[in-house]
């Protein structure tokens, strides 16, 4: 038997007619018009109304899907997912002026750790633009390269916030071993 491609029409017994919109090599996922999306195994009995082989350049909803979210996590500003460390949770900054007659200010640690991190990943999506711009040339990009990591060192301060370490800010490092 030969394996239908996406986009193959099929006339199941339980759930009528359908289209195929994903396969497996167990599986396929067929968006019937009278039950929705469903998926039967491929040795299942159906009957083949138009078969479309699968060809080299067909992706799957899924594909697709991953794709797009690694070019969105890789280019957009959009802030991942970042562990607060734990003993942070549930805290509050306050901001006391020097004059007593002003209000202090009280923000959650969460929501100031949030900013950080947006913070954080924008200067990656810079760094990203810079180092893939056709319009500076080696030296600019160092240049820039360089001012940045000089402000990844700057909020080296905020590290004690991040639960993992391998989210924290990193600045220069000594060349001494």
């Known amino acids: 038997m030969k394996l239908l491609g996406i986009g193959s029409r099929i006339s199941h017994p339980d759930y009528g007619k359908g ?15 009278d039950s929705g999306i469903e998926t039967i195994d491929i040795g299942s009995d159906f009957d083949v109304i138009e078969a479309i082989r699968d060809e080299v350049d067909s992706i799957s909803f899924s594909e697709v899907e991953t794709i797009l979210t690694d070019i969105l996590r890789k280019w957009s500003d959009v802030t991942t997912l970042v562990p607060l460390s734990d003993k942070w949770k549930g805290g ?8 007593p007659n002003l209000t202090p200010k009280e923000i959650g640690i969460s929501a100031f750790f949030h900013k950080i991190v947006m913070v954080r990943d924008r200067l990656r999506v810079m760094e990203q633009k810079i180092n893939s711009s056709d319009r500076l040339d080696d030296q600019e990009k160092v240049d820039l390269q360089q001012y940045i990591t000089r ?8 590290n004690i916030l991040f639960k993992n370490k391998s989210d924290q800010f990193v600045g220069e490092r000594s060349s001494k071993a």
């Open 92 to 99: 509050s900054m306050v901001l006391q002026p020097g004059d």
């Open 151 to 158: 402000i990844y060192g700057s909020l080296t301060t905020f």
């Open 19 to 33: 289209v195929v919109i994903n396969v497996s090599s167990d599986h396929y996922w067929v968006s019937f018009l």
